[in-house]
């Protein structure tokens, strides 16, 4: 038993500086359009909250509903920082697979402030988010660029390799309609970009964006009665959490867990989500055609690949040198162009990778195209310890 | 001299000293201070016992702030980059977090061994920070 992918939808990512309702529900009404679904006969749908909204960004589903109309569907909104999207889509997904509903629309989107993303205000000591500001300045780039430090120090990569992920995923961004940035860059360009968080310059993070995102999910019985023949199938979704000790250094975090009483556990947190993803959808790393990974730095994408398992660690930077993880390479990694491209609109972000990973397996991602795909694998992390990975397959 | 944080570091003759918490029961080490529960999945302890971290360990890794981190933090005017380190504690079995004192990214080295100190916020009020091995 699995749900299928009816339709997708996506509002382009920006800065528009529109409210974020409207983002998510253009991605709505062209999930539906997609779908061939009225807003009526959805039974259920989820929304994927921000933060940064105020009230209705806190209940999205809510919020999702009544700018859609109000038509009687029940709701749920859920929260779990960048790993939003992929806990809508499997609150969505079970209650499907529970029998509790045939047809449930997924809905994220966000709108978000210039520059670093801040903790939301006031004065909160007991919130680590707000503490690590405060006593430290620890920005979300500056745990990048330690992750980045790290790759430099361990396997001997270089400014010139992170800023080859750049040029990769600029060169797909170039090709999506949907991306924030549309232009391909040069390694000189990204290595004469301003240094941000050592040794990440400003092309080698990720921005904030604005963007909207949305699926409609159905059973495969539902899909049958539309008459859709050879659906994408939801394979897998994983919501893992870590195992302690977790000896990665996480955001938002100060330590991490110490491992003087319990060793570490087999997998790290990031191979762990992965892991769970396979495990539940029967299949391996090398049954994966690509995969969307959540590129927050250039140096994080490798992080990544090795994660999923694509290569063993360490081994990333050969892959991306080789032109592997590239669009026409043996298992392109973020052909949509990644956040890279994109830009982080969080609540959007998961959903939006389901998105790319539905269009790749249906022939319909035009020039970023990967033939034969049949097998797609989205990843990304949460901060607080939320996991998210999705397969799909076809 | 205050502290922008009570209860998670202190500073006496012998040096700066971070607090930690040790599980009575299974010894688990935390930091910042754990009250309650041990958060061991597999210990049922609930007797969180102040603990002083060890004062060395080595450079996990370490990044730098190039532009001023926004509120809550203060930053100082002209803005001088904030250095950060994440440093495994010797025998702790953690890596901890803080600002860098007195060293730029240029100094810095994984696996390094460094010492922990002191420094005040833009603001005033001190916290811990890495410094050169004595």
């Given amino acids: 038993m699995s749900v299928v992918v009816l339709g997708t939808g996506m509002h382009p990512w920006g800065k528009q500086g529109r409210p974020f309702a409207e983002y998510g529900v253009a991605a709505a009404r062209e999930a539906l359009r997609d779908a061939g679904v009225a807003w009526t006969d959805v039974q259920f749908l989820v929304g994927a909250d921000t933060i940064r909204n105020g009230y209705p960004g806190f209940v999205a589903g809510a919020t999702y509903a009544q700018a859609l109309g109000w038509s009687g569907a029940r709701i749920a909104s859920c929260y779990a920082a960048c790993a939003s999207g992929a806990q809508a889509i499997d609150v969505a997904r079970t209650r499907i697979m529970a029998g509790l509903c045939d047809v449930a629309l997924v809905v994220g989107a966000d709108a978000t402030p210039k520059g670093f993303f801040k903790p939301v205000g006031g004065d909160r000591p007991d919130d680590p988010d707000w503490l690590r500001f405060r006593l430290l300045g620890a920005t979300n780039p500056a745990y990048f660029g330690l992750y980045a430090r790290r790759r430099m120090a361990l396997y001997g990569e270089t400014a010139e390799d992170f800023a080859a992920v750049k040029v990769k995923n600029s060169l797909a961004g170039s090709l999506n309609p949907m991306a924030r940035y549309r232009k391909a860059v040069t390694a000189e360009e990204v290595l004469a970009s301003p240094m941000v968080a050592d040794p990440l310059r400003l092309m080698d993070i990720c921005a904030t964006s604005d963007g909207g995102a949305a699926l409609v999910l159905a059973s495969p019985a539902y899909a049958r009665r539309l008459g859709v023949a050879d659906p994408v199938r939801i394979a897998a979704v994983s919501t893992v959490t870590p195992t302690f000790p977790n000896t990665v250094l996480e955001l938002p975090n100060f330590a991490t867990d110490s491992s003087a009483a319990v060793p570490p556990p087999e997998r790290p947190f990031r191979a762990a989500i992965a892991h769970a993803a396979y495990e539940e959808a029967g299949i391996g790393p090398g049954d994966v055609s690509f995969a969307e990974v959540y590129d927050l730095s250039t140096a994080l994408e490798l992080d990544w690949i090795e994660d999923v398992g694509l290569c063993a660690p360490g081994e990333a930077g050969k892959l991306l040198r080789a032109g592997d993880t590239a669009l026409g390479g043996r298992v392109p990694v973020n052909p949509s162009g990644g956040l890279a491209s994109f830009g982080e609109a969080i609540p959007a972000q998961a959903i939006a990778q389901v998105c790319e990973l539905t269009r790749q397996l249906l022939g319909r991602a035009g020039e970023r195209q990967i033939e034969g795909a049949r097998v797609g694998l989205a990843a990304n992390q949460g901060l607080f310890g939320h996991g998210s990975a999705v397969i799909a397959t076809r | ?134």
């Avoid at chain 2, 922008?4 to 935390?30: K, P, Y």
């Avoid at chain 2, 380190?85 to 100094?107: F, H, M, P, W, Y």
């Fill in chain 2, 1 to 134: 001299m205050s502290l922008a944080i009570d209860g998670w570091f202190a500073i006496e003759q012998d040096g700066t000293h971070l607090i930690g918490t040790r599980c009575a029961a299974c010894g688990t080490v935390c930091f910042p201070p754990q009250r309650g529960f041990c958060r061991n999945p597999h210990c049922d302890g609930e007797s969180m016992e102040q603990t002083r971290l060890p004062r060395r360990g080595r450079v996990w890794s370490y990044t730098s702030a190039s532009y001023p981190p926004p509120e809550p933090f203060v930053a100082a005017e002209p803005y001088t980059p904030v250095t950060l380190a994440a440093v495994e504690l010797a025998g702790a079995g953690i890596v901890v977090l803080g600002q860098v004192k007195d060293l730029t990214v240029d100094e810095l080295e994984v696996g390094m061994e460094v010492e922990l100190t002191h420094g005040p916020l833009a603001d005033g009020p001190l916290v811990w920070m890495w410094g050169r091995a004595s």
